[in-house]
Structure formats: structure tokens, C-alpha cells
């Protein structure tokens, strides 16, 4: 399956608000909104949402956009793409793991893509560096847990 490299919110004709899923090969377009993809998402792997946006506010000391983290490849940054009045159409989310770089509020993907969003560059480089100082995290706990399980494996086979 491929990795999900963006999640933007879209107005479904005849049903209401959905999302349109970026990943490198195709565009999905499925009924539910951003965060409720997301919510979904994260459920599979049986993460709380509460509890994860609650361990983020300690990490990082920021109450708003915080960034959702599904596994080490897969952490979101919230941006904002639309001015309407359905709150629900105003953000998508970006996976950090893709991002290229970032230059006049302009998200650049490594694949080649580019986002433009409403944020100020530097509100948005401040998201992008809060997602991808929890990717490294992510990144260091899952190695360490590798090499604690590689470690217990050399003492069984002596």
C-alpha cells in the first residue's frame, strides 16, 4: 500500500463534506473529513487520540495545531488551505516524513507536488518543525526497542 503523503479537505457533491487522499501513485476521495480520517486511522493501530494530542501538549509545550503521529512514517501537520465558514474545510494535513522543503507559504513534496496554504511561513515552518521533532522521537524509540529485542535474541542464542 502506499504511504498517505497528504490529506486535504474537499465538498463532496450530494453528501456533504470529505476528503481527498494524496498518496504517490493516486488520489483518493473518501466521505469522511480530515480529522475523522485521521481519528479512524489512528484506531486501527489503537492509538487515543486525547491521549496522544495530551502527551504532544507536554512535548512540545504548544496547545493549537498540534500534529498527529500514527507511527514514525506517518505524522501529519495540520496547515490551513481554505477561508469558508465551515470550520471543517479550513485545514488539511501533510505528512512531514514527504516534505521537501517549505518557501513563501508553499509546501514543497519530494515527490514533486506542491501545496499552498494560507498559513505565514514562519506559523508553518513551526508546525512542520513540531511533526518532525515527533517523527525523530518516533524514530528513536522504535530503533531502541529493535535493539533491545536484537540485544535478547544474541543472550538466547549464547
Excluded: W
Aim: aromatic share 10%; net charge positive.
Amino acid at each position: 500500500m502506499d504511504r498517505i503523503v497528504a490529506i486535504l479537505p474537499t465538498e463532496i457533491k450530494g453528501f456533504g463534506i470529505g476528503c481527498e487522499i494524496y498518496t504517490n501513485s493516486k488520489v483518493y476521495v473518501d466521505r469522511r473529513t480530515c480529522t475523522v480520517f485521521l481519528k479512524h486511522m489512528a484506531g486501527k493501530r489503537s492509538i487515543s487520540i486525547k491521549l496522544m494530542h495530551k502527551n504532544m501538549r507536554e512535548i512540545l509545550k504548544v496547545s493549537r495545531n498540534l500534529p498527529y503521529c500514527i507511527d514514525a512514517f506517518n505524522v501529519f501537520f495540520p496547515f490551513k488551505i481554505n477561508q469558508t465558514e465551515i470550520d471543517d474545510l479550513r485545514r488539511g494535513f501533510v505528512n512531514c516524513y514527504y516534505v521537501k522543503n517549505i518557501e513563501n507559504s508553499t509546501i514543497i513534496l519530494k515527490n514533486g507536488m506542491t501545496l499552498s496554504s494560507l498559513n505565514r511561513d514562519r506559523a508553518l515552518k513551526n508546525n512542520f518543525n513540531n511533526a518532525s521533532k515527533i517523527m525523530y522521537m518516533k524514530f528513536a524509540r522504535d530503533l531502541s526497542k529493535m535493539r533491545k529485542s536484537v540485544d535478547f535474541f544474541d543472550e538466547i542464542a549464547l
